[in-house]
């Protein structure tokens, strides 16, 4: 059975603040999303990878992919009140389509 | 821009009884998830449908959770009967497989449950 932690588990800071989130695996996997969700909706799809070592920049967040395929970050720069939300990541090792989540990171940016 | 629906967005219901959610996924998505998410947790997947066949349901718990999606398309989950500890959020997904074996999933809104 494959693990996920996430962790910081709860991060609050201030507005213009940098930040990083970290999602490490017990095993290697094919395929890992990064999701966003705010309260009392769905999760939505930030970025996927499927290459050890890749770097993948979305605006003012970037995910750094681990080379042993078992580690993620995610960095954001001056964090904005917008960047509030619950970050979760998935992978999957399999074919089967089936993806394992972590129980997130609660971000809470003040203004 | 394709989304996933899901209705009702909010139940409230009391125990013992009987309550059903609906999906309909991206259209031409293929496989769609249920999943259960209890507050300050991931998703845990229910059910996973590959068309119309059932391709994991290892953690629904089944003396009381149904699933179907008999035309593979839409789907519905039930639980009968409700209990206290059933309250959560209840997600849908589908999805697209891509290169490999990243699948990207695409979350409904969700159904909020209250069992009272």
């Known amino acids: 059975t494959q693990l996920l932690e996430q962790s910081p588990q709860f991060l609050s800071i201030q507005e213009g603040e940098n930040l990083t989130v970290y999602c490490n695996s017990s095993?290697?996997?094919?395929?890992l999303q990064w999701y966003r969700q705010e309260p009392g909706e769905g999760p939505v799809l930030l970025v996927t990878?499927?290459?050890?070592?890749e770097v993948k920049k979305l605006k003012r967040l970037t995910f750094q992919f681990g080379d042993a395929r078992k580690d993620s970050s995610l960095h954001i720069t001056a964090a904005q009140p917008g960047d509030t939300g619950l970050y979760l990541c998935a992978v999957s090792n399999t074919n089967a389509g089936k993806s394992t989540f972590g129980d997130g990171t609660t971000l809470t940016v003040k203004p | 821009e394709a989304e996933v629906a899901q209705s009702p967005r909010y139940k409230i219901t009391e125990k013992s009884q009987a309550v059903a959610f609906w999906c309909d996924p991206i259209?031409?998505?293929?496989?769609l998830y249920w999943y259960r998410q209890i507050l300050g947790q991931g998703p845990e997947l229910l059910v996973q449908f590959q068309d119309e066949s059932v391709v994991d349901d290892s953690q629904l718990p089944k003396d009381r959770f149904s699933a179907e999606r008999l035309k593979g398309v839409d789907s519905t989950l039930k639980i009968q009967p409700a209990e206290l500890g059933d309250s959560a959020m209840y997600l849908c997904a589908s999805s697209l497989a891509l290169e490999g074996f990243a699948y990207e999933q695409y979350f409904g809104p969700g159904t909020r449950l209250t069992v009272t």
């Open positions: 095993s290697v996997f094919s395929s």
């Open positions: 259209s031409g998505h293929a496989t």
């Open positions: 990878v499927v290459t050890g070592g």
